[in-house]
């Protein structure tokens, strides 16, 4: 009814904070959905908090022209960003409610919703890392492994 509307719109001007978390699309043209459509995540500040909560949502991945065109016409929300909503009601974890998550309803909470079918590993190269003094040999074997380490810096 109007005045439920009105009610609500009072309530939002007013400065009282929503439940919602807000939709922010990532400025690198470079991070895409499947489509590419720009890629994203929902956020919802706690004023004054310096706590984080990072969710990164799962959704497995497709390999192969057959199973990416079937995923798209089954599940598109994990293909493109094109039809997310502008805001996103968390729950469970991700609520801002006290009753319903005691012990992180005062943290930021970022939702990254998953549309690129990777499993999060992403198609960049892994960087160079900087070299190490120079060790003895014995030393050296021990420490090289086939294992790489390597850090994704998204640039919002």
């Known amino acids: 009814s109007a005045a439920v509307k009105y009610q609500h ?24 959905c499947n489509d590419g459509t720009a890629a994203g995540f929902y956020l919802k500040e706690f004023r004054g908090s310096r706590r984080w909560l990072l969710f990164l949502e799962g959704g497995w991945c497709c390999y192969s022209k057959e199973t990416c065109d079937s995923r798209y016409q089954n599940t598109p929300r994990l293909m493109s960003s094109s039809g997310w909503a502008q805001t996103k009601r968390g729950t469970g974890i991700l609520s801002s409610q006290a009753e319903e998550n005691p012990h992180w309803y005062n943290a930021n909470i970022v939702f990254i919703p998953y549309c690129s079918s990777d499993v999060w590993s992403g198609t960049g190269p892994a960087p160079t890392l900087p070299s190490r003094p120079r060790q003895d040999k014995e030393k050296e074997r021990e420490t090289n492994t086939t294992a790489s380490r390597f850090f994704w810096i998204p640039q919002i």
Do not use: A, E, P
């Not at 309530?11 to 978390?21: A, L, R």
């Open 9 to 32: 719109l009072s309530i939002y001007k007013s400065g009282q904070q929503t439940d919602d978390m807000r939709l922010h699309f990532l400025k690198n043209t470079q991070v895409t």
